[in-house]
């Protein structure tokens, strides 16, 4: 959980510098996200972008379209960074994230645009519930309880169990 923490915090501090839309695309930002992503497991990097994005939809729905734009706009840069990294010869194990994580960010990217197409204006619309959300509850003191994962009306504590870095065609419910 405390790796976790470290990662979400770090993403958030990536996200900040990402607010003005060119730092993301520029080779500092593009190493940044990179260097971060390298810096902790697949399983780690995975969940934080999975509770960052959560965050940012449900940011951008309480906020305007124009947040929710800017977040699928976002996700388009990162996925443009990675899909020109996993163009050249890397390890094994970090071409592996990257795959994991691109396919994570089509879904995010998908799901984001379809939101925005369908006018979703509040976090409480069956739209946005039914797609699985990750949460990191800051102030919970237990390490296990920290991230919460929720789709509709079902909520479950994030178990930590790692599966590995196993190969991922589509990402679903």
Same mark, same amino acid.
């Given at each position: 959980a405390t790796e976790l923490q470290k990662a979400v915090e770090s993403l958030e501090v990536i996200d900040d510098y990402s607010q003005d839309s060119e730092k993301v695309a520029d080779t500092s930002g593009q190493m940044t996200f990179l260097g971060w992503i390298e810096s902790f497991p697949a399983q780690i990097v995975l969940t934080a972008m999975q509770?960052? $994005?959560?965050?940012?939809?449900?940011?951008?729905?309480?906020?305007?379209? &124009? #947040?929710? %734009?800017?977040?699928?706009?976002?996700?388009?840069?990162?996925?443009?960074?990675?899909?020109?990294?996993?163009?050249t010869d890397l390890p094994k194990d970090i071409r592996q994230k990257y795959e994991q994580l691109i396919?994570?960010?089509?879904?995010?990217?998908?799901?984001?645009?379809?939101l925005?197409?369908?006018?979703v204006q509040s976090k409480d619309d069956f739209s $946005?519930?039914?797609?699985?959300?990750?949460?990191?509850?800051?102030?919970? &003191? #237990?390490? %296990?309880?920290?991230?919460q994962i929720l789709m509709a009306n079902a909520t479950f504590y994030y178990?930590?169990?790692?599966?590995?870095?196993?190969?991922?065609l589509v990402q679903t419910p």
């Open positions: 509770i960052s $994005w959560g965050q940012r939809v449900e940011d951008g729905l309480r906020k305007s379209k &124009k #947040e929710m %734009v800017f977040t699928e706009k976002t996700i388009g840069k990162y996925l443009v960074i990675l899909a020109d990294r996993v163009l396919t994570d960010l089509v879904h995010q990217r998908d799901t984001t645009k379809h925005i197409d369908k006018r $946005w519930l039914y797609h699985m959300r990750y949460t990191w509850n800051v102030k919970e &003191k #237990e390490p %296990v309880k920290k991230v178990g930590f169990e790692y599966l590995g870095v196993g190969e991922k």
